[in-house]
């Protein structure tokens, strides 16, 4: 069964507070991605990576990093917590190279950050 | 600056029409042009997709219209369902890793 993985689902933090978010895939792909989703905004990239330690910044990667020790597992991690990193965010999962890949997104993880 | 712009927050039909949701784009150099659909409490999942070498795609009640010279492509749903009723993300991407999403529609369908 083909599935990307996000826990927690729901977070709530405080500003200042350090925060992980954790991500994994069951497919063996290469590519991983970081969105993030705001009203109005639809789905913005924050990172992208190619394999394990092979990462790349996004549209909006200040504020955030990330990391890839294995190839089925991707965090985000957010140091400092800022009440403007309040969104949804989503990992997704793409077999290789090439945007004809087919982006396999997880169920999201709502971050309150107060 | 958005690089792939759907003109329409939300859009609400009855049961059986057709549900038309418009997408334009600003650079000549995409080339794919995928829409998702997500429900509430669900990530995105692919939809259909058309490169830009057609002007046609179709899958079931769904059909993707493309027109390369004015950049713009519309997704039409057939005899729309209540089940049909999701947010739907037009994305574009020049021939490499990234895809660029449009701020999605939300079509609500009325039974």
């Known amino acids: 069964d083909m599935k990307v993985t996000q826990m927690p689902r729901y977070l709530i933090k405080r500003m200042g507070e350090n925060v992980l978010l954790e991500c994994g895939q069951d497919?063996?792909?290469?590519?991983m991605y970081w969105y993030r989703q705001d009203p109005g905004l639809g789905l913005q990239l924050i990172y992208i990576?190619?394999?394990?330690?092979?990462?790349s910044e996004g549209d909006i990667p200040k504020g955030y990093r990330v990391s890839r020790k294995k190839r089925e597992h991707f965090s985000l991690i957010l140091d400092s917590a800022k009440t403007n990193q309040t969104s949804v965010y989503f990992c997704?999962?793409?077999?290789?190279?090439?945007?004809?890949?087919?982006?396999?997104f997880g169920a999201g993880t709502r971050l309150s950050v107060l | 600056q958005q690089q792939v712009r759907q003109s329409s927050q939300s859009l609400t039909v009855w049961e059986g029409e057709t549900a038309i949701l418009n997408c334009s784009y600003e650079?000549?150099?995409?080339?794919?042009f995928p829409w998702y659909q997500q429900f509430p409490g669900e990530g995105p999942a692919l939809l259909i997709a058309?490169?830009?070498?057609?002007d046609k795609k179709e899958d079931g009640r769904f059909t993707i219209f493309f027109n390369k010279r004015e950049k713009n492509l519309s997704l039409h749903i057939k005899d729309s369902q209540p089940g049909d009723s999701a947010t739907y993300f037009c994305a574009a991407s020049p021939n490499y890793n990234v895809l660029y999403f449009g701020s999605g529609t939300k079509l609500t369908v009325e039974p």
């Open positions: 990576s190619y394999d394990v330690d092979s990462n």
């Open positions: 997704a999962s793409s077999p290789g190279l090439g945007a004809q890949n087919t982006l396999y």
């Open positions: 058309i490169r830009s070498v057609s």
């Open positions: 650079n000549s150099a995409f080339d794919y």
């Open positions: 497919m063996s792909h290469e590519t």
